[in-house]
């Protein structure tokens, strides 16, 4: 049986308000930068659709993803594009389905408060494939290979 290699990198903790932080790291998809948000809540991962075509990557063909719900419920459907050449800190992730969504307004809202635009999300899905520890105290996200 193969050891899990620890790879370990820096978060940022945006705090929102005073009781509440959203975790940042970052990426690199296509060789370009990503700031990329982690939620244990969600359960996929997701790239931003405008972002995904600026980088002029294909996605005519994509799968339809079944009706999700985000918070307070609301209905949505997304489509998922397997994705190739994309590292988070320095784990090269295999190539994966990812959502494609339109995440202008969240990036609006961290704007709004003096933060930068995020391009995707890590979800559920990567952190548990990944064998994901978040430590709050040192400010890191350890993935396990």
């Not at 049986?1 to 998809?29: C, Q």
């Not at 990503?34 to 063909?61: K, M, W, Y």
């Not at 209905?75 to 995440?103: A, M, N, W």
Request: hydrophobic letters at 40%; a negative charge; one cysteine or more.
């Amino acid at each position: 049986m193969s050891t899990l290699k620890p790879h370990t990198m820096k978060i940022a903790l945006w705090e929102l308000d005073p009781e509440g932080f959203h975790i940042v790291t970052s990426g690199r998809l296509h060789g370009t930068p990503v700031r990329l948000l982690i939620d244990t809540g969600a359960n996929h991962s997701c790239f931003d659709r405008n972002f995904i075509e600026s980088l002029q990557i294909p996605i005519d063909e994509t799968d339809k993803d079944d009706v999700n719900i985000g918070i307070g419920g609301n209905e949505f459907q997304s489509d998922i594009l397997t994705i190739s050449h994309f590292k988070i800190g320095r784990i090269l992730v295999p190539p994966s389905p990812f959502r494609l969504l339109d995440l202008q307004p969240v990036c609006a809202a961290y704007e709004n408060v003096g933060f930068k635009t995020i391009h995707g999300i890590i979800g559920g899905d990567l952190l548990h494939r990944f064998h994901a520890v978040i430590d709050y105290g040192n400010k890191t996200l350890t993935l396990y290979k």
